[in-house]
């Protein structure tokens, strides 16, 4: 789990993840997972944060039943689909919970 302290020292990424939520029009419970999902396991790399916290936001949006299309995420994060693909899977299975199976 994470603590007040990644809050704060993630917050920039945690207000972009907040304006991607606001484009895609999410629920609250959908923002609240993503941020717990992102928060989970930060990467290093500025790089990658985009692309774990576009995932995070996919993910989230799944596990609150306020799902949204990957590309749908991607073009509000301004990444690649590929990028969300490629982790959101692994995303959930670290949180302990079982991706669906389409």
Known sequence: M???R???EY???LEELEQIADRLDLSSDA???AADL???DVPEADRS???VLAASVYAGSLVAGDGRTQSDVADAA??????IQSRWKELLEQAGLEPPRW
């Open 2 to 4: 994470h603590s007040a």
């Open 6 to 8: 990644d809050r704060i």
């Open 11 to 13: 917050e920039q990424w």
């Open 31 to 33: 923002r609240t997972y």
């Open 38 to 40: 992102f928060l989970m």
């Open 49 to 51: 944060k985009r692309a």
């Open 78 to 83: 301004d990444v690649s689909r590929l990028s």
